[in-house]
């Protein structure tokens, strides 16, 4: 695990945790949405790279966090794409998001919803910290 960024699948009784951590808010983003794919056991076609681009606009990092998730979601089921990588940028209270990704292959666990049991977004010593539970 890196020592500033990552994401971790932690034990939930009925419903899919991910605990994730980064050492600023897009990163944080960021390596929620790999940790989402990931334990999703979601596998793509890198052969043709798709972008989509959003804008979310938020009233704390909370909103912020289900907001961004769910709108991966809405692609991912929508359009069968699944992004890793990123292009966030942040402004008061709305964020403008440049997501690529790829076409998907195979999907393990379908995530129903990006849920706010539990959440909240803190300032630790790793910069911020969440943990997320998906309703699957």
């Not at 994401?7 to 009784?13: K, P």
């Not at 980064?22 to 890198?46: D, H, R, W, Y």
């Not at 008061?92 to 997501?99: I, P």
């Amino acid at each position: 695990m890196q020592k500033y960024a990552g994401f971790q699948e932690i034990e939930h009784t009925a419903d899919i945790a991910l605990r994730v951590w980064a050492a600023s808010i897009p990163e944080l983003l960021q390596k929620a949405a790999k940790g989402m794919f990931t334990v999703c056991g979601v596998q793509v076609n890198k052969q043709s790279r798709h972008q989509r681009t959003f804008q979310i606009t938020f009233s704390d990092y909370e909103s912020l966090l289900v907001h961004f998730l769910s709108e991966l979601l809405y692609y991912l089921e929508r359009d069968n794409l699944a992004f890793e990588r990123f292009r966030i940028s942040i402004n008061e209270a709305q964020v403008k998001v440049t997501a690529y990704g790829y076409p998907v292959l195979s999907i393990q666990k379908m995530i129903k919803a990006v849920t706010y049991h539990q959440l909240q977004v803190q300032t630790t010593e790793r910069g911020y910290e969440a943990v997320i539970v998906f309703d699957v």
